[in-house]
Protein backbone atom coordinates (compact mmCIF):
# COMPACT_ATOMS: atom_id res chain seq x y z
CA UNK A 1 0.00 0.00 0.00
CA UNK A 2 1.73 3.44 -1.12
CA UNK A 3 1.48 6.58 1.53
CA UNK A 4 -0.71 8.38 -1.06
CA UNK A 5 -3.73 5.16 -0.88
CA UNK A 6 -3.95 6.63 3.30
CA UNK A 7 -5.08 9.68 1.91
CA UNK A 8 -8.07 8.93 -0.91
CA UNK A 9 -11.02 8.46 0.60
CA UNK A 10 -13.34 5.62 -1.23
CA UNK A 11 -15.94 6.66 -3.10
CA UNK A 12 -19.34 8.01 -1.98
CA UNK A 13 -22.25 5.47 -2.31
CA UNK A 14 -24.02 8.22 -4.35
CA UNK A 15 -21.07 8.44 -7.05
CA UNK A 16 -20.84 5.00 -7.29
CA UNK A 17 -24.98 4.97 -8.33
CA UNK A 18 -24.21 7.42 -10.67
CA UNK A 19 -21.91 5.86 -12.30
CA UNK A 20 -23.84 2.82 -12.60
CA UNK A 21 -26.83 4.69 -13.86
CA UNK A 22 -24.30 6.52 -16.13
CA UNK A 23 -23.52 3.08 -17.76
CA UNK A 24 -27.19 1.67 -18.08
CA UNK A 25 -28.30 4.59 -19.37
CA UNK A 26 -25.50 4.64 -22.07
CA UNK A 27 -26.81 0.55 -22.83
CA UNK A 28 -30.20 1.51 -23.05
CA UNK A 29 -29.22 4.45 -25.72
CA UNK A 30 -27.15 1.97 -27.27
CA UNK A 31 -29.63 -0.92 -27.94
CA UNK A 32 -32.67 1.23 -28.30
CA UNK A 33 -31.82 3.18 -31.93
CA UNK A 34 -30.17 -0.42 -33.07
CA UNK A 35 -31.97 -2.78 -35.51
CA UNK A 36 -33.58 -5.78 -34.11
CA UNK A 37 -31.82 -8.11 -36.86
CA UNK A 38 -32.82 -11.13 -35.16
CA UNK A 39 -35.74 -11.84 -36.74
CA UNK A 40 -34.10 -11.35 -40.00
CA UNK A 41 -31.18 -13.66 -39.12
CA UNK A 42 -33.70 -16.07 -38.32
CA UNK A 43 -35.50 -15.66 -42.22
CA UNK A 44 -32.18 -15.87 -43.84
CA UNK A 45 -31.05 -18.55 -42.22
CA UNK A 46 -33.80 -20.91 -42.94
CA UNK A 47 -33.57 -20.08 -46.64
CA UNK A 48 -29.74 -21.19 -46.30
CA UNK A 49 -30.80 -24.38 -44.48
CA UNK A 50 -33.90 -25.23 -46.67
CA UNK A 51 -31.91 -25.31 -49.38
CA UNK A 52 -30.21 -28.70 -48.17
CA UNK A 53 -32.83 -29.89 -45.68
CA UNK A 54 -36.10 -29.50 -45.42
CA UNK A 55 -36.56 -28.11 -42.07
CA UNK A 56 -40.14 -26.00 -40.87
CA UNK A 57 -39.86 -22.84 -40.20
CA UNK A 58 -39.91 -23.28 -36.05
CA UNK A 59 -36.82 -25.68 -35.60
CA UNK A 60 -34.54 -22.91 -35.57
CA UNK A 61 -34.13 -20.78 -32.57
CA UNK A 62 -32.00 -18.21 -32.24
CA UNK A 63 -31.35 -16.21 -28.61
CA UNK A 64 -28.74 -13.05 -28.20
CA UNK A 65 -27.58 -13.08 -24.46
CA UNK A 66 -25.14 -10.91 -22.67
CA UNK A 67 -22.46 -12.51 -20.36
CA UNK A 68 -19.18 -11.47 -18.73
CA UNK A 69 -19.00 -8.68 -21.11
CA UNK A 70 -19.86 -10.24 -24.12
CA UNK A 71 -22.33 -10.70 -26.39
CA UNK A 72 -23.54 -14.33 -27.40
CA UNK A 73 -25.57 -15.12 -30.07
CA UNK A 74 -26.51 -18.80 -29.66
CA UNK A 75 -28.35 -21.31 -32.65
CA UNK A 76 -30.15 -23.88 -32.46
CA UNK A 77 -31.42 -25.82 -35.55
CA UNK A 78 -33.65 -29.15 -34.73
CA UNK A 79 -32.97 -31.33 -38.42
CA UNK A 80 -35.66 -34.05 -39.27
CA UNK A 81 -34.88 -37.30 -38.32
CA UNK A 82 -33.54 -38.80 -41.19
CA UNK A 83 -36.07 -41.78 -43.06
CA UNK A 84 -35.22 -45.21 -43.62
Known sequence: ???LA?????PSSA???K???RIIVAQERSTRGGPDF???LRRELLEVIRRYVNVDPDAIQINL???EGRDVLE?????PE???
Open 6 to 10: LFRRP
Open 19 to 21: ERL
Open 1 to 3: MGL
Open 38 to 40: LPL
Open 82 to 84: KGG
Open 15 to 17: QVA
Open 75 to 79: LSVAL
Open 65 to 67: ERE
